[in-house]
């Protein structure tokens, strides 16, 4: 297979070193992971969901999720709401603590913000809506917006085309396709070629979002759709380097290979670190949970190894488990 190459990318006046993104991921895409993920090689790192009403009221929990450091910059933070004046007074306020670019939300597929909110993945049944939130927004703020989204709201309305055909009338200056329908949430697989579809309908940058698990997939999804650049979400989890792997072998054509174990282990207890920081010790500890889960997934004894993890409520407690899982199998890999 040969290499598609693609190197720096330009939205709007904001250039990304390479076209690789991590995507928003509730619960997941917090400082300490944007940080680690962009000093690992990713183009650019994207916020949490922010709810817009909430940001508006200066919620405290929000406005953490909405902190960011200079290190990852260019970094967007992403917005979610329904009404056009809340969701540009929001990108007023991220854009006065420093966004690169706001991006606007309407992919979420999860009941409580599709349903209940109307807004996320919603707002793909009402353009006329989504245009005025778009148009809202952009005329808000100084910075590039962009907008997330999927291929439609159901298999019998993929209007994803036109969507980004008004976003782009609009000002929205890129659109990412998450290749599932919103009633697929994230069963069966992302429609990549119908991604291309998007790319054919718009003159801005189009990313590609969905099931990209490593390099080939990467790879396979610019084939199919003709995509500017890739986003990676879950294909993430416990492997923040894969965004830097992407990226270096799409501009060079060669394929980096893991880290070793014992840099894996290293990574893992300086994101350990950056959590209890940002977060303090009790809710560090229990937010880093999952991630170590995910680092030590496929392990000998990973299993008994969280479940332990999960029964810690200790920083100290936590960080001995961790050495004391890993140093064995450092020294049986030197050996």
Known sequence: MSAIRRQSLQIGPVTLDNPVILAPMAGVTDMPNRRLVKRMGAGMVVSEMIASQAMIRQNRQTMKMASHTPEEFPMAVQLAGCEPEVMAEAARLNQDLGAAIIDINMGC?????????????????????????????????????????????????????????????????????????????????????????????????????????????????????????????????????????????????????????????????????????????VAGVRNARKHIAWYSKGLPGSAEFRARINGLAEAEAVRAAIIGFYEPLLQKDAA
């Open 109 to 281: 597929p999860v009941k409580k913000v599709a349903l209940k909110g109307e807004a996320g993945s919603a707002l793909m049944r009402n353009e006329n809506l989504a245009a005025r939130i778009m148009s809202a927004v952009v005329k808000a703020v100084d910075i590039p917006v962009t907008l997330k989204m999927r291929t439609g709201w159901d298999q019998t309305s993929r209007n994803a085309p036109s969507l980004a055909k008004v976003a782009e009338d609009c000002g929205i200056r890129m659109v990412t396709v998450h290749g599932r329908t919103r009633s697929q949430m994230y069963t069966g697989s992302a429609d990549w070629s119908f991604i291309g579809e998007v790319k054919r309908a718009v003159s801005i940058p189009v990313i590609g979002n969905g099931d990209v698990e490593g390099i080939d997939d990467a790879q396979r999804m610019l084939e199919l759709s003709g995509a500017d650049g890739v986003m990676i979400g879950r294909g993430t989890y416990g492997r923040p380097w894969l965004l830097g792997q992407v990226a270096h072998f799409l501009a060079t054509g060669e394929r980096l290979a893991d880290p070793t174990l014992a840099r894996q282990f290293q990574i893992l207890l300086e994101h350990f670190e950056e959590m209890l920081v940002h977060y303090g010790s």
